[in-house]
Structure formats: structure tokens, C-alpha cells
T-cell receptor, first 112, second 115 residues
Framework: GENVEQHPSTLSVQEGDSAVIKCTYS??????FPWYKQELGKGPQLIID?????GEKKDQRIAVTLNKTAKHFSLHITETQPEDSAVYFC???????????FGKGTRLSVIA | GAVVSQHPSRVICKSGTSVKIECRSL??????MFWYRQFPKKSLMLMAT?????????EQGVEKDKFLINHASLTLSTLTVTSAHPEDSSFYIC???????????FGPGTRLTVT
């Protein structure tokens, strides 16, 4: 089955700097890769996703890149703000309505 | 994005009692709902997958008689923790996806404390 690895587990950046979180997956049939942001005591919030027919997707300060050959995808947050501080999870899956497989999460701290 | 609600947000119950958690999709029909458990500072652990009108599929190690899941309609799934024990204390989160099945939206979670 699918296995998703996520790095780093913690990340601290200065406000205004960029943050990059990387994930690798094992199942070459996986075709959907969402990213979630989870604030303390809340459920995960879908912030961006990418499908395997696209190499990059951007939404304002957030972008995701996908390298199918290398089986890795990354989350890029530019111009970070303190409110970006949270735990970020990557995930992957190979078909609709099958459970997502999550990475272990990255705790991002943006220092003002 | 789509909205998924959970009720209650927090619940405290005594050992031996049962507690029911509701998960609702508010603005779409949730063909499939998933139930997760999350321990502090850990990732989400999938407990079960439920499709509307069918029995839930439980992950290995999850007791189906202890964690009863019902998905009777396209907008509502319930998780009942039966004969709760302190080790069942956790953060329980549901998620839902529609017929197309790509996006999966999470509820706000329910903090269960068993005393």
C-alpha cells in the first residue's frame, strides 16, 4: 500500500521568509495529493491540492509542486506570516473514495 | 470549500457509558465518510471508512463492536464509542468526500474525555 513520508517534522522561519515542506510517496499509481493545515484543537483544513496530470499549482502565497518521476511533492509558502503557524500534513491516494494516506506532519512556526 | 460539521465539539463521559458523535456534510452529499482518531502531536489515524447505506470498513486493530459507525444518509454519519474507557480519550475527526471522491473535507473534531 501507499506510504507517505514528510520532512521536516518541525520548521521555524522568520516572518516574510519562505517555507518549504517536502513529501515522498511510494505508490506510483497515486494521483491525488492534498495539503492540510491544522491549527491547535481544530480539524485539518484543505489548503491546496494537486493531481498527477499537473506539475505545479499556485494559490496566492501557497504553491505545490509534483515530480511524478521522483515520486515527491512539496508545499511552498512565500511571505510567511505568524498566522501561517500550524501543523501541515501532506497526503496521497490512488483512486477516488479510498482513504488518504497522511504524512506525519510538519509543525511550522513563523517568528515575528 | 465544502463544510463538514461535528457535534459535540467536546464531551466528557464516565467509564462504561456510551457516547455518540455526529458528522454532517452541510452543503454536499457525502458518498463516503471517514473517521479518524488523533493523539496529541501525532498524525491522523484512520479508524474506518463508511459508504452511505453500507457497513463500515474498519482498519486493522479497530474494534468494530466498540466503535459503531452508521452512515444512514448522504449527509450524516455517526460514531458511537460504546462502554468507553479512559484510553478511548482522544480527538476524533470525521471527513467526507462526494461522489467524485477527490477532495476530502474534515470536520472540526470532537474532544472526548472519559473519566
Amino acid at each position: 500500500g501507499e506510504n507517505v513520508e514528510q520532512h521536516p517534522s518541525t520548521l521555524s522561519v522568520q516572518e516574510g521568509d519562505s517555507a518549504v515542506i517536502k513529501c515522498t510517496y511510494s505508490d506510483s499509481a497515486s494521483n491525488y495529493f492534498p495539503w492540510y493545515k491544522q491549527e491547535l484543537g481544530k480539524g485539518p483544513q484543505l489548503i491546496i491540492d494537486i493531481r498527477s496530470n499537473v506539475g505545479e499549482k499556485k494559490d496566492q502565497r501557497i504553491a505545490v509542486t509534483l515530480n511524478k518521476t521522483a515520486k515527491h511533492f512539496s508545499l511552498h509558502i512565500t511571505e510567511t506570516q505568524p498566522e501561517d503557524s500550524a501543523v501541515y500534513f501532506c497526503a496521497g491516494r490512488n483512486s477516488g473514495n479510498t482513504p488518504l494516506v497522511f504524512g506525519k506532519g510538519t509543525r511550522l512556526s513563523v517568528i515575528a | 470549500g465544502a463544510v463538514v460539521s461535528q457535534h459535540p465539539s467536546r464531551v466528557i463521559c464516565k467509564s462504561g457509558t456510551s457516547v455518540k458523535i455526529e458528522c454532517r456534510s452541510l452543503d454536499f452529499q457525502a458518498t463516503t465518510m471517514f473517521w479518524y482518531r488523533q493523539f496529541p502531536k501525532k498524525s491522523l489515524m484512520l479508524m474506518a471508512t463508511s459508504n452511505e447505506g453500507s457497513k463500515a470498513t474498519y482498519e486493522q486493530g479497530v474494534e468494530k463492536d466498540k466503535f459503531l459507525i452508521n452512515h444512514a444518509s448522504l449527509t450524516l454519519s455517526t460514531l458511537t464509542v460504546t462502554s468507553a474507557h479512559p484510553e478511548d480519550s482522544s480527538f476524533y475527526i470525521c471527513s467526507a468526500s462526494d461522489l467524485l471522491g477527490y477532495e476530502q473535507y474534515f470536520g472540526p473534531g470532537t474532544r472526548l474525555t472519559v473519566t
